[in-house]
């Protein structure tokens, strides 16, 4: 076990390197020159060379990219030509929103998704199984950022149920910090009605980013599930007399939740990246939205360390879910 989890971050610190290559030089190549940006179209040259010297954009792309790993090394991700802050605190300051609008995404995503699964493949061949796939299609093929548009013009411009914009209404004031999650750190200091908005304003995108992982896993589990119902010992089992219930939550499905597992670590790297279009749409105060801002204004430690930050979690994410395979099922083993 130790040496499997030594070579898996020995991979991953090689997997960050060459991400952070490949980045890099893909963000240099972006048009639009920050120093001008910066200093201002009207700026004399000295002034845009020293804009440029001071964010480390005055060398050639091998120097630019020493000095840029020399200070991340370091813990320092740099200063946003945008925010004109440091990345870490603005990322220290943002992530927490899009946490929890991703870890709201993938619990419903995940209870909702292995549910329907589970029952399309018990009623295999039935309206409900037709209707399950229908839906798994359809949550895969809508674009995110329509149905976010479409969710607003129901439920907040039509029938006026749902707040938009923002993790708080006006006027409220957030919870004392502990988690950076407004809905546990509400719950934590006992503010109900500031519990009770947060979750309001969380429903629509969260449900909006958890569809994709929906669709998957109502495909994955549906399939999972009937082929674990057509083993042998399933078969044993109906024979000696156990309830369905039993049969299908206790035997079959701890069977089918490893690939269930896997889509749904794979999806939170996922859901990463499309929380950049769910949260632009809903003006949601997160990474997404601070990467879109970072990409439409050339502002490279921001791109950096948002893309290394992303890699860093997929592949934390994957090593996590190799070492849970052996929980779930007992013939896995780590080699």
């Not at 200070?71 to 802050?85: C, F």
Request: hydrophobic letters at 55%; one cysteine or more; charged letters at 15%.
């Amino acid at each position: 076990m130790r040496g499997y989890i030594l070579r898996r971050v020995t991979f991953t610190v090689i997997l960050l390197f060459g991400i952070s290559v490949l980045t890099f030089f893909l963000a240099r190549v972006l048009p639009g020159d920050p120093g001008r940006m910066i200093a201002g179209q009207r700026a004399s040259d000295e002034a845009v060379e020293k804009i440029r010297e001071f964010y480390g954009l005055n060398g050639n792309l091998f120097e630019q990219y020493i000095h840029y790993m020399g200070n991340l090394l370091q813990g320092d991700l740099g200063v946003s030509i945008v925010s004109q802050r440091a990345v870490a605190d603005d990322l220290g300051r943002l992530l927490p929103a899009t946490l929890e609008l991703v870890l709201a995404s993938l619990v419903m995503g995940a209870i909702l998704g292995t549910a329907i699964g589970l029952i399309s493949a018990v009623r295999r061949g039935k309206a409900t199984d037709v209707g399950s796939r229908l839906f798994a299609s359809g949550c895969l093929s809508v674009p995110d950022f329509w149905l976010g548009i479409l969710a607003q013009i129901v439920f907040f411009s039509m029938l006026g149920i749902l707040p938009f914009g923002d993790r708080l209404s006006l006027g409220l004031t957030p919870p004392p910090m502990v988690t950076g999650l407004y809905t546990i750190d509400a719950l934590i200091a006992g503010e109900f009605g500031v519990f009770t908005d947060a979750l309001a304003h969380l429903v629509m995108p969260a449900a909006i980013l958890m569809l994709p992982l929906v669709g998957f896993l109502i495909r994955y589990v549906r399939m999972a599930m009937l082929s674990v119902l057509s083993q042998d010992y399933m078969r044993t089992a109906r024979a000696k007399g156990l309830s369905p219930r039993r049969i299908y939550l206790r035997h079959a499905l701890r069977s089918a939740l490893i690939p269930a597992l896997t889509i749904t670590g794979l999806s939170l790297a996922f859901m990463m990246s499309g929380a950049v279009l769910v949260e632009y749409v809903f003006a949601w105060p997160g990474v997404g939205r601070f990467t879109a801002e970072a990409i439409a204004s050339s502002d490279y430690n921001a791109i950096m360390a948002v893309t290394i930050l992303a890699a860093a979690a997929y592949t934390m994410v994957n090593l996590l879910i190799d070492l849970l395979y052996t929980r779930l099922d007992p013939r896995v083993r780590l080699t």
